[in-house]
């Protein structure tokens, strides 16, 4: 099993910046990629990056040039740099992991940590 804890989420003017910090432990070495998703009320909860552990990268449109997602595979954490954040960036984010184990693929989340950008 994977165990994911987030870190790193608050209260941000429109502009401003965040870097929010996933830590994993556990079955660390079944880990293929880890990315980071954020839901808000009332709707469905939505991609926003993931990495691979080789470093390969992918970003949802709305945040392309402002968020930069990046791992450190020796502390087993990932990162989501946030910069010239908006109101609409307020939700909660959650960290992914995906794991494979012979044919049998799991997914993996932590328990969120709120994002709120309000002036």
């Known amino acids: 099993q994977v165990q994911l804890v987030e870190s790193g989420g608050g209260l941000v003017q429109p502009g401003g910046s965040l870097r929010l910090s996933c830590v994993a432990s556990?079955?660390?070495?079944?880990?293929?990629?880890m990315g980071w998703y954020r839901q808000v009320l009332g709707k469905q909860r939505e991609f926003v990056a993931d990495i691979t552990r080789g470093g390969s990268t992918n970003y949802a449109d709305s945040v392309k040039g402002r968020f930069t997602i990046s791992r450190d595979n020796a502390k087993n954490t990932v990162f989501l740099q946030m910069n010239s954040l908006k109101p609409e960036d307020t939700a909660i984010y959650y960290c992914?992991?995906?794991?494979?184990?012979?044919?049998?693929?799991?997914?993996?989340w932590g328990q969120g940590t709120q994002v709120t950008v309000s002036s």
């Open positions: 992914r992991a995906d794991t494979i184990s012979g044919v049998v693929m799991h997914q993996y």
């Open positions: 556990g079955s660390i070495s079944s880990i293929n990629a």
